[in-house]
């Protein structure tokens, strides 16, 4: 593993992204590596992906995972949450990686419409402008709307109104009417 010591879940996160381009799993970086990327700095102990992949696949996924060295943690939602299961992965250092399946709304175009950005020299896929966005307003908490109204802000002159307005309904009236507001603002 290429971590060192605790704070370094990004560096945590190319070894997870080596594994999962072994098992020819497509993911992308959400959360707030993702909100780095589209014009949001902030910092985080952990790093997220979200994979396009079964519930199924990821416990097999989780045994790849321990097999390589990394703490595994799986958790299945229940009906009425908005994420299928989370595969929290870690090392002994308590660098930290979470991997989402199932996210209620998100479709599975938003992993081609994923964009590549290097980091120490590897590639990395991170969720697409209007998918992120659309997944903040969703998710709906202080910092969500903080990180969706900046990366608006950073995006405007190349910004999807159309895309990102088709995808947000996905996530219901709510993340709508969020979106609705910040775009008025």
């Known amino acids: 593993m290429r971590t060192s010591r605790s704070g370094e879940s990004a560096l ?6 080596d594994v999962l381009g072994c098992e020819q799993v497509d993911y992308a970086v959400i959360g707030a590596m993702a909100a780095s990327v589209h014009g949001v ?3 985080s ?3 997220d992906a979200v994979l396009s992949i079964t519930t199924q696949q990821l416990g097999q996924l989780q045994t790849r ?3 390589s060295g990394f703490a595994t943690d799986l958790r299945r939602g229940d009906l009425d949450d908005p994420i299928a299961a989370v595969l929290a992965l870690s090392d002994s250092f308590g660098n930290r990686v979470d991997l989402l399946v199932g996210l209620r709304g998100l479709e599975k175009e938003a992993f081609e419409r994923a964009i590549e950005v290097t980091f120490q020299r590897a590639a ?3 969720v697409g402008v209007e998918d992120f966005i659309a997944m903040k307003v969703f998710a709906g908490g202080p910092q969500d709307i ?3 109204r900046y990366a608006l802000a950073a ?9 990102l307005l088709r995808l947000t309904a996905r996530y219901g009236r709510d993340a709508i009417s969020a979106l609705e507001k910040l775009l008025s603002s």
């Open 155 to 163: 995006a405007n002159a190349t910004l999807n109104r159309e895309l």
């Open 45 to 47: 102990m952990d790093a």
């Open 12 to 17: 945590l996160l190319l070894d997870v992204v």
């Open 41 to 43: 700095l902030r910092a």
């Open 124 to 126: 990395l896929r991170v």
């Open 146 to 148: 903080a990180d969706a």
């Open 65 to 67: 995972f321990r097999d």
